[in-house]
């Protein structure tokens, strides 16, 4: 079970903390994930703590958030620094263990949350 917390709104420049508690799965293992979608969008990958403990963050995202991870606390944490307006989306946290071809898509990951929202206003 992962349990999303920490959205809200904002404005332009503006800072967030995105927090996901995970329970049930052996946490330390899986890849962890943050994604993001807006209605009438696919949903986007935006940054991935991998399993080998590679991190991965998308352009649109890279140089301003940062995730992080808490084996002990079974947490993971995305920050999120200098909002614009194209970051208002739901966002989810995702645990899975998927092979290379689906680490960076959603079809990779089983264990969702259940979103937060993030609303940044010019």
């Known amino acids: 079970q992962l349990m999303a917390s920490g959205g809200g709104s904002v404005q332009t420049g503006g800072s967030l903390r995105l927090s996901c508690s995970v329970s049930g799965v052996t946490f330390g293992r899986y890849c962890l994930g943050w994604f993001r979608q807006t209605p009438g969008k696919e949903r986007e990958w935006i940054s991935i703590?991998?399993?080998?403990?590679?991190?991965y963050y998308s352009d649109s995202v890279k140089g301003r958030f940062t995730i992080s991870r808490d084996n002990p606390k079974n947490t993971v944490t995305l920050e999120m620094n200098d909002l614009k307006p194209e970051d208002t989306a739901m966002y989810y946290c995702?645990?899975?263990?998927?092979?290379?071809?689906?680490?960076?898509?959603?079809?990779?990951?089983?264990?969702w949350g259940q979103g937060t929202q993030v609303t940044v206003s010019s």
């Open positions: 703590y991998g399993g080998d403990d590679g991190i």
């Open positions: 995702a645990a899975g263990s998927p092979g290379p071809e689906y680490k960076l898509h959603e079809w990779g990951y089983n264990n």
